[in-house]
Structure formats: C-alpha cells, structure tokens
T-cell receptor, first 116, second 117 residues
Framework: EAQVTQNPRYLITVTGKKLTVTCSQNMNHEYMSWYRQDPGLGLRQIYYSMNVEVTDKGDVPEGYKVSRKEKRNFPLILESPSPNQTSLYFC???????????????FGQGTRLTVV | DAKTTQPTSMDCAEGRAANLPCNHS???????VYWYRQIHSQGPQYIIH???NNETNEMASLIITEDRKSSTLILPHATLRDTAVYYC??????????????????FGQGTILTVHP
C-alpha cells in the first residue's frame, strides 16, 4: 500500500532533549516536506527536499533540521526542543512527473508533539 | 500563490450533494486549483485538481468558472465520513523556480463541512 509513515504518532518530551521524528515513503517520490499545524495558523511548511541531499528551508525552519540521505526517508530533527514547538507535525511526499512538476501530495498521519 | 476565499462552515444532509465554493479572483494563468480535505487532525488528503476544464474522479467533481475566478467542489452523495475541513488551494505545478518552493502547499482556514444524518 502506498503510504507515508511517521513515527512516533505521539511524543511528550522535555525542553532541550534532542528528538527525531522519522518519515518514510514507499512511493519513490522525489519531493518531501514537513509541515506543522497550529490552531489559527493552519499548516506551515518547515523544510522541504527536492531529492536526495537537496534540502531547503520553508516558512518556519527555525529550531529544526532535516536530512535526506536516502530517497525514502526524511527525518525531522529538533536539536533542543522548546515549548513553542508543541504542535501537530505532518510529513508529505509528492512525485515529480518528470518535468519538474508535481500534482498531488501524500501526507502522513501526523505526529503530535508536546514539549514541556 | 493566489489567495483563496472559502466560507467558514457549511452543512449538508447525508446522501445529498455537497457544493463547496471557493473564490480565487487573482489566480494567474499557470495556476491550478487544488482541493484537499483533513478529517479530524489526520493528514490532509488530496481530492482533485484542475486548470480550466471541469474535472471528475471517484471522489468528487470540480467545476471551474470560465473566467477561472471561482470554483466549486462537488461531493455528489455526501456521507457522514465526508465531515472534514476542505481546503481550496491555487498554485503552479512547478516544483520550484528561482529558489522558491512552488511545491509548498499554502493551506488557508478552509471550510468545515458537517454532514448530518
């Protein structure tokens, strides 16, 4: 089954303790991205990757890191989490149709992170 | 990306057609209209997209006006499981140009559709 898998689904952590949220897709998609969703602010893009070893900042990258060593994986790293990073996080992937364009995005089920 | 305007909420009776409007008066010629939905904090789900012709798939139909300034998503026979937030997004198909990520999806507040028995 084609899917984007995030882990963990729920996480409560303390301020300053490094954590990683994993994201894996089995559709051989080139484009992957991370969003966070907060009440009243909607979904905002954190980082994106157009292919292996190619990453770039989205709208709200501060406090986050990503890597894209393999095509299927795009982990989100919080080196020193703070309470303002408490949010619902989504990973998404999209295929490149071969002309630098893409159509639909597939989203993971989300990771609810609480930083205390 | 062009800005979109959607009603905050709508109701629909189960089994009836749900017609969700979207205004995008500043849409440019190379921008497509996309619809996604999000069911109660799950990951957003792609529904349909189109440029200027009406489109239909197994989930919904998309009607785009001739001037492309507005569109309507139609769920032909709404069920309780269609209760969700529906997002209308306009964007180019291009992944990037000049360092800008067109791959980014800009979600507004969407329309809360409630399907009732």
């Amino acid at each position: 089954e084609a899917q984007v898998t995030q882990n963990p689904r729920y996480l409560i952590t303390v301020t300053g303790k490094k954590l990683t949220v994993t994201c894996s897709q089995n559709m051989n998609h080139e484009y992957m991205s991370w969003y966070r969703q907060d009440p009243g602010l909607g979904l905002r893009q954190i980082y994106y990757s157009m292919n292996v070893e190619v990453t770039d900042k989205g709208d709200v990258p501060e406090g986050y890191k990503v890597s894209r060593k393999e095509k299927r994986n795009f982990p989100l790293i919080l080196e020193s989490p703070s309470p303002n990073q408490t949010s619902l996080y989504f990973c998404a992937s999209s295929p490149d149709t071969g002309t630098g364009k893409f159509t639909e995005a597939f989203f993971g089920q989300g990771t609810r992170l609480t930083v205390v | 990306d062009a800005k979109t305007t959607q009603p905050t909420s709508m109701d629909c009776a189960e089994g009836r057609a749900a017609n969700l409007p979207c205004n995008h008066s500043t849409i440019s010629g190379n921008e497509y209209v996309y619809w996604y939905r999000q069911i109660h904090s799950q990951g957003p789900q792609y529904i349909i997209h189109g440029l200027k012709n009406n489109e239909t798939n197994e989930m919904a139909s998309l009607i785009i006006t001739e001037d492309r300034k507005s569109s309507t998503l139609i769920l032909p026979h709404a069920t309780l499981r269609d209760t969700a937030v529906y997002y209308c997004i306009v964007r180019s198909l291009a992944i990037s140009a000049g360092g800008t990520s067109y791959g980014k999806l800009t979600f507004g507040q969407g329309t809360i559709l409630t399907v009732h028995p």
